[in-house]
């Protein structure tokens, strides 16, 4: 769980990789540094702690190489500190890497090596760099592909020589890698945000691709054999990766959310036809499926969750929701006609990406719905919507889960139009519904000040409850995981039946209960939980319909939403408890954008 950046061109490399560096910050990280080829010779400079530190360090240094590589590091092997920062080298100093992943063998590799070789660090990245000395008399390509051969595991590498400072080389295996290709110039990345401020064309990487790139131009082998890879355009602008005035990502990202649902949903329905259209999915495959299986991790497991009952209400099809971390462990059962669907924000979350490479023989048809176009994911399965949200820099979910959802939404209304569940007329008035969402999240979005004084009230507490039934369930368990995230406060979602199963034993006058209550069919059976809160002196926050001021009555405090059909409840519900996760940290003087412990981008196991 790293960011990784290269460039090789005739600019100052020190003050590109430190801008990339920078833009990759989002993906978390304890440490960092970077190598500079000047005049061949490697300079590197590292730190533990914020990026920051690292430009204190070269502040005022007169590097002017125009080849380099980056990397901002969340320890797996060895602590966070100064010497288990990357880049590293080898004995000589003339080779430098930087390394996101885990070599599985490093520990049997390093034993071998120790005899003729000095570490530095704790790192399993190391024993790469020594790897390589050992094979450097063949040049370093050759060196590389040596090494890689002596390698366990899953990682992405950039390598540069001394010996060979006109040159860049990056591997990868499991662990994604960009090519971003600009005038005289390349960069390589763990993400697109690091360089897309010089360029928007890119090349995403294969597994088993080795990309030697130089200023003239790139070669790309895999199983030493040259190979072509497409040259794409990334939509984004370098502004969209930018705070554009908010004071936080996260509250930029959240006050984004109905542009966010509308691209996703734009172009892919005709609510006066009832027409669902997807580019990359097969319908006639949808027409045979017969049980679904929906894999996640995180926020978008919650999405997944929302899924579920939307594709069993509207399609009549069993469908079952997975922790990619818990079945790519497990032996998960298949029926012959099963469509999988993946959910992964970057496309490339590792437990995800595993867990469907062991059911993937078993799948009858599988989607990848995944935010960032060209990713592993998008590329692993039979077909792939993209949610199209934009970049999303803050580290918690918030613009890419509603996305989700729209794309479910979408999915589960197409099926059903294909297997006959629903017919023409409720259809488009479930389309009608869907396109009016934006409207109704600008609504909430106008009025601020009601979550932010409820934030003010309770950011001291030390524990939170969230409940929802239904549909709304996972919205609780989403709620309490935004408020862990951000603001270190304990938080837990349960469904509100469950209540009296063991939740009410930590109800007290210090534990706030929030409660996601619409005005439907169970309406009364919740609002008999709340008042069984309230007779052990509980505090109630309540999110519900606008029209619903009787429960004002019962609740310490209310948080209103538009009016709107049950079934589309989550997609207004989930708004407040992110704003109020979002004020809390903020009341606590969290680094919202950045929390700690947490990465974007969970990569590595």
């Not at 790897?131 to 002596?150: P, R, T, Y």
């Not at 662990?175 to 005038?183: N, T």
Request: proline letters at 3%; a positive charge.
């Amino acid at each position: 769980m790293c960011g990784i950046i290269g460039y090789i061109g005739n600019e100052n490399a020190l003050e590109r990789v430190l801008y990339g560096l920078k833009r990759l910050e989002y993906r978390g990280y304890d440490s960092a540094g970077v190598s500079i080829i000047e005049n061949k010779n490697i300079i590197r400079y590292r730190t533990k702690g914020k990026i920051e530190n690292l430009i204190e360090k070269v502040k005022g240094r007169k590097i002017t190489g125009t080849t380099g590589i980056g990397h901002t590091r969340w320890a797996t092997h060895g602590k966070p500190s100064d010497e288990n920062a990357h880049p590293h080298i080898d004995c000589t100093g003339r080779i430098s890497i930087v390394h996101n992943g885990i070599i599985e063998n490093y520990f049997e590799i390093k034993e071998k090596l120790k005899k003729n070789h000095k570490f530095s660090s704790e790192t399993d990245t190391e024993v790469f760099a020594h790897l390589i000395e050992d094979f450097i008399k063949d040049g370093l390509e050759k060196a590389v592909s040596k090494s890689l051969s002596k390698i366990k595991g899953m990682y992405s590498l950039v390598i540069i020589s001394s010996d060979e400072p006109d040159k860049i080389i990056a591997a990868r295996q499991g662990s994604p890698l960009v090519i971003g290709i600009g005038k005289d110039e390349f960069y390589v990345s763990s993400d697109v945000p690091s360089f897309l401020k010089y360029t928007n064309k890119v090349i995403f990487l294969e597994d088993g691709d080795v990309a030697i790139i130089t200023k003239k131009g790139i070669k790309i082998l895999n199983n030493n054999k040259i190979v072509e890879r497409q040259i794409r355009k990334i939509k984004w602008t370098d502004k969209q990766a930018e705070k554009s005035g908010y004071p936080h990502f996260m509250l930029k990202e959240i006050m984004e959310e109905p542009q966010s649902f509308e691209d996703t949903i734009i172009g892919k329905f005709d609510n006066k036809t009832g027409n669902i259209r997807f580019e990359n999915i097969d319908s006639n495959k949808l027409k045979n499926i017969e049980n679904i299986r929906i894999i996640a991790c995180g926020t978008s497991y919650h999405a997944a969750y929302v899924g579920k009952y939307l594709l069993e209400k509207y399609t009549g099809i069993n469908t079952q929701v997975d922790i990619g971390s818990e079945i790519r462990y497990a032996n998960p059962v298949l029926d012959k006609k099963t469509l999988v669907i993946i959910i992964s924000q970057s496309g490339e979350t590792i437990d995800t990406i595993e867990a469907f490479k062991n059911i993937k023989k078993d799948a009858y048809y599988s989607i990848a719905i995944v935010n960032v176009v060209g990713s592993t994911l998008s590329r692993m399965l039979d077909g792939v919507i993209y949610t199209h949200a934009g970049p999303e820099i803050g580290v918690a979910a918030t613009k890419t889960f509603i996305s989700q959802l729209a794309v479910l939404y979408l999915l589960a209304f197409s099926i059903a139009k294909i297997k006959q569940k629903m017919d023409k007329k409720d259809i488009i008035n479930a389309l009608e519904k869907l396109r009016k969402i934006p409207s109704f999240i600008k609504n909430i979005l106008n009025n601020l000040k009601p979550v932010e004084k409820i934030a003010q009230k309770y950011y001291l507490q030390k524990d939170f409850l969230y409940y929802g039934r239904n549909i709304n369930y996972p919205i609780a368990l989403e709620g309490a995981l935004k408020l862990k995230e951000i603001s270190y406060i304990h938080a837990e979602g349960y469904p509100a039946g469950e209540m009296k199963h063991g939740p009410i034993a930590l109800v007290d006058d210090r534990v706030p209960n929030v409660f996601v209550v619409p005005r439907n069919y169970l309406y009364e059976k919740v609002i008999n939980n709340i008042e069984e809160i309230k007779a052990r002196n509980g505090t109630i926050i309540a999110v519900t319909n606008k029209s619903n001021k009787e429960i004002e009555k019962i609740a310490d405090d209310v948080i209103y939403i538009p009016d709107i059909d049950e079934d589309f409840y989550p997609l207004l519900a989930i708004i407040p408890l992110q704003l109020l996760a979002y004020y809390i940290g903020v009341k606590k003087g969290i680094d919202v954008d950045k929390p700690r412990n947490l990465a974007k981008s969970v990569t590595v196991e």
